[in-house]
């Protein structure tokens, strides 16, 4: 949604609570509502209530008709309305948690989304989630990111094929952006690196391939479909990788880990595959296989001297390497 940057916050939620409210009307009239009849409901000017649904159609996304005098919402434009248990509700309610820790930028949709599940939360859980939102409100906006992630939720559920162009510099610095057609088989997003991604076969590499969301600089959809894969499969594939990533060569990684955070290692189950030994000394060994070493070394250097890498010897010298180059900057 684009607003002015010196709107006051206040403003911005007024304008947020007015677009619900219009919606809402337009939901429960589904034969479509006059513009004076909508203003009435929403206490407000015939002109205001135009530029709003002009805006809910051309900033917002929302699928609106017009036609005879009446504006109405496209028939299948809302998924069905959710029935929850109260502890179901607070379940996303701890997912709205999760995404304001680690969400840098804000996203209409999650808000908007979380502030209808407000509504048929206990009012104190309800509190905590509109404070969420607020919090989540006062990032700033990534519109380009948003307008992707639209497009791709589109294309995901149609089983259409997208046409993107993404930016390949961040690893390999100088690298020209590149085209490529893709078959988006999976939203994913990811804790440790903030971001969303998009998992999917692309044509260019015959393969299945990870594009993260905020590397997309052009997207569109294309007329083509798709069959997807069984689902069971996608998941399968990622339910091996350590984040995100599993179009990578899967390594065997053993670690050792000193008996001073043996204990919160064992706690916690980092990977399917893993197996952990402990020690007579107290320390412990911790065995797995993932796709590739470039997620799981993160992991490891959160440890610091605490872990040794013991295989593979190449991982083992890259993180010797990283830590020689720290120290000798400090």
């Given at each position: 949604?684009?607003?002015?940057?010196?709107?006051?916050?206040?403003?911005?939620?007024?304008?947020?609570?007015?677009?619900?409210?219009?919606?809402?009307?337009l939901?429960?009239?589904?034969?479509?509502?006059?513009?004076?009849a909508?203003?009435?409901?929403?206490?407000?000017?015939?002109?205001?209530?135009?530029?709003?649904?002009v805006?809910?159609?051309?900033?917002?996304?929302?699928?609106?008709?017009?036609?005879?005098?009446k504006?109405?919402?496209?028939?299948?434009?809302?998924?069905?309305?959710?029935?929850?248990?109260l502890?179901?509700?607070?379940?996303?309610?701890?997912?709205?948690?999760?995404?304001?820790?680690?969400?840098?930028?804000?996203?209409?949709?999650?808000?908007?989304?979380?502030?209808?599940?407000?509504?048929i939360?206990?009012p104190?859980?309800?509190?905590?989630?509109?404070?969420?939102?607020?919090?989540?409100?006062?990032?700033?906006?990534?519109?380009?990111?948003?307008?992707?992630?639209?497009l791709?939720?589109?294309?995901?559920?149609e089983?259409?094929?997208?046409?993107?162009?993404?930016?390949?510099?961040?690893?390999?610095?100088?690298?020209?952006?590149?085209?490529?057609?893709?078959?988006?088989y999976?939203?994913?997003?990811?804790?440790?690196?903030?971001?969303?991604?998009?998992?999917?076969?692309?044509?260019?590499?015959?393969?299945?391939r990870?594009?993260?969301?905020?590397?997309?600089?052009?997207?569109s959809?294309?007329v083509?479909?798709?069959?997807?894969?069984?689902?069971?499969v996608?998941?399968?594939?990622?339910?091996?990788?350590?984040?995100?990533?599993?179009?990578?060569?899967?390594?065997?990684?053993?670690?050792?880990?000193?008996?001073?955070?043996?204990?919160?290692?064992?706690?916690t189950?980092?990977?399917?595959?893993?197996?952990?030994?402990?020690?007579?000394?107290g320390s412990?060994?911790?065995?797995?296989?993932?796709?590739?070493?470039?997620?799981?070394?993160?992991?490891?250097?959160?440890?610091?001297?605490?872990?040794?890498?013991?295989?593979?010897?190449?991982l083992?010298?890259?993180?010797?390497?990283?830590?020689?180059?720290?120290?000798?900057?400090?």
């Open positions: 949604m684009t607003l002015p940057i010196d709107q006051p916050e206040s403003a911005k939620r007024d304008r947020l609570a007015r677009f619900y409210k219009v919606l809402r009307y939901a429960a009239h589904p034969e479509g509502a006059t513009v004076d909508v203003a009435g409901f929403v206490a407000m000017s015939r002109r205001t209530v135009y530029r709003d649904l805006a809910l159609e051309g900033e917002i996304g929302i699928p609106l008709w017009s036609e005879g005098g504006w109405g919402i496209v028939e299948g434009a809302f998924l069905p309305p959710l029935r929850l248990t502890d179901e509700a607070v379940a996303f309610f701890l997912a709205a948690r999760l995404t304001a820790q680690f969400a840098d930028r804000y996203d209409p949709d999650t808000g908007a989304a979380f502030q209808k599940l407000a509504e939360l206990p104190v859980v309800a509190r905590h989630l509109e404070r969420t939102v607020d919090v989540l409100a006062a990032r700033p906006v990534d519109e380009r990111a948003t307008r992707h992630l639209r791709l939720s589109r294309a995901w559920a089983r259409r094929v997208v046409e993107l162009t993404y930016d390949a510099a961040t690893y390999s610095p100088g690298r020209p952006p590149r085209r490529s057609r893709v078959h988006p999976l939203l994913e997003a990811s804790a440790a690196t903030r971001a969303i991604y998009v998992i999917g076969f692309d044509e260019s590499r015959e393969a299945v990870t594009f993260k969301l905020q590397r997309i600089l052009e997207l959809l294309a083509e479909t798709f069959e997807p894969p069984d689902p069971a996608v998941q399968d594939g990622l339910g091996r990788a350590w984040g995100v990533i599993t179009d990578q060569e899967e390594v065997d990684v053993e670690l050792h880990f000193d008996a001073a955070v043996a204990s919160r290692v064992a706690e189950t980092w990977h399917p595959t893993e197996h952990v030994t402990r020690e007579n000394d412990l060994t911790w065995r797995g296989r993932v796709p590739g070493t470039l997620e799981i070394r993160r992991w490891i250097l959160e440890w610091g001297a605490q872990v040794e890498v013991i295989e593979p010897p190449e083992r010298e890259e993180i010797a390497n990283i830590y020689r180059a720290a120290a000798a900057r400090y």
